[in-house]
T-cell receptor, first 116, second 114 residues
Framework: AQKVTQAQTEISVVEKEDVTLDCVYE???????LFWYKQPPSGELVFLIR??????QNEISGRYSWNFQKSTSSFNFTITASQVVDSAVYFC?????????????FGQGTELSVKP | DAGVIQSPRHEVTEMGQEVTLRCKLI?????LFWYRQTMMRGLELLIY????????DSGMPEDRFSAKMPNASFSTLKIQPSEPRDSAVYFC????????????FGPGTRLTVL
């Protein structure tokens, strides 16, 4: 069965520190998609990134970077030089590529608090 | 472009009443997902549709919950009768390519059942 584990429930850092959010997934499929979403205190869910299982290249977008390693079934998210505005709950999610698929399985989320 | 639109944003009702939540997809999207978020259970998928057809409703808690897509751009989630344990934030999301692309979420409906 598919499963996403975010072992870190809460992380607190001071502004400008780097922080890595861990995500480990389980799936029997060879084709699947991984996602990260951000949920700020206002409550909406904001899409950050999508990765398919055939693309293990790391990705960098500004202060954000993602490390995808199939060998360890991990898709970790790093924020460099964190800012107070990064404070949010971050969710990792998995979608399997069924013919009629697409449902997201979410991890429990990691609440990041960035203090000034 | 307008994002996913949900209404109402907040709903307070009494136990036993019928509740209807509404969602408008992003134009051109063909997959629609209903999620529920609670502190205890996190984010869980209730049901999803591809091209107006329900694909998987295994997450619907019980028969009190029903969802429809009367057309390609609109969906409703109905709870009847509502119970206090249904209190949660309900999100609607839409996507293209049967969910292989990213899902865009609406702002959510915060439901409180007294």
């Amino acid at each position: 069965a598919q499963k996403v584990t975010q072992a870190q429930t809460e992380i607190s850092v001071v502004e400008k520190e780097d922080v890595t959010l861990d995500c480990v997934y389980e799936t029997r499929d060879t084709t699947y998609y991984l996602f990260w979403y951000k949920q700020p205190p206002s409550g909406e869910l904001v899409f950050l990134i999508r990765r398919n299982s055939f693309d293990e290249q790391n990705e960098i977008s500004g202060r954000y970077s993602w490390n995808f390693q199939k060998s360890t079934s991990s898709f970790n998210f790093t924020i460099t030089a964190s800012q107070v505005v990064d404070s949010a709950v971050y969710f990792c999610a998995l979608s399997e590529a069924y013919e009629q698929g697409g449902k997201l399985i979410f991890g429990q989320g990691t609440e990041l608090s960035v203090k000034p | 472009d307008a994002g996913v639109i949900q209404s109402p944003r907040h709903e307070v009702t009494e136990m036993g009443q019928e509740v209807t939540l509404r969602c408008k997809l992003i134009s051109g999207h063909n997959s629609l997902f209903w999620y529920r978020q609670t502190m205890m259970r996190g984010l869980e998928l209730l049901i999803y549709f591809n091209n107006n057809v329900p694909i998987d409703d295994s997450g619907m808690p019980e028969d009190r919950f029903s969802a429809k897509m009367p057309n390609a751009s609109f969906s409703t989630l109905k709870i009847q009768p509502s119970e206090p344990r249904d209190s949660a934030v309900y999100f609607c999301a839409s996507s293209t390519r049967q969910g292989r692309d990213e899902q865009f979420f609406g702002p959510g409906t915060r439901l409180t059942v007294l």
